[in-house]
């Protein structure tokens, strides 16, 4: 995969995650073809074989918000790995930066809670959350964690 430096407004930790959230899902949509598109943080380290079979079972579900799986109401999938279908992302980039749907909650994962609700709430589409947890966290797809820095990169699930 390659990796995309994007310029940011915002510099140092804790500012910003919203926007930086939406531009790198706005990039996968304008810049790719991907079906899912994903976004997770560098210090993820997953088995890329079980990923992408993962992503193939779900590839053509509409509405797709996919990941690590809060026990909160509203559902929220953990902005350290989450994933989209591209009509949720092309709806999110037809809102633009910002809009009254597309809000800035300064972290990632209230900001995207905010935005599905939003979709949900302006589309007729239904949302389909699906976590991955596994028993072991992650486990579902191979996920351990360690300590690191927190940059972002985009891992696109492409067409067959």
């Excluded at 890329?48 to 026990?71: C, I, M, N, S």
């Excluded at 991955?132 to 797809?141: A, L, M, Q, T």
Aim: aromatic share 14%; with cysteine; glycine share 12%.
């Amino acid at each position: 995969g390659d990796m995309v430096f994007m310029p940011t407004r915002h510099l140092g930790l804790v500012i910003g995650f919203g926007e930086k959230l939406y531009r790198l899902f706005e990039y996968g949509f304008l810049h790719t073809p991907a079906a899912i598109i994903v976004k997770a943080d560098t210090d993820n380290f997953f088995c890329p074989h079980t990923l992408v079979k993962r992503a193939r079972e779900l590839e053509g579900t509409r509405g797709l918000y996919w990941g690590f799986q809060h026990d909160d109401e509203p559902p929220r999938i953990d902005e350290q790995f989450v994933g989209l279908s591209r009509d949720v992302v092309g709806w999110l980039v037809s809102q633009g930066w910002p809009s009254p749907n597309v809000v800035e909650k300064e972290f990632g994962g209230p900001s995207i809670v905010e935005w599905m609700q939003s979709f949900v709430n302006n589309t007729s589409q239904k949302l389909n959350v699906i976590g991955d947890n596994g028993n072991e966290g992650w486990s579902g797809v191979h996920f351990f964690f360690a300590q690191g820095c927190a940059c972002l990169y985009i891992c696109f699930m492409l067409p067959p």
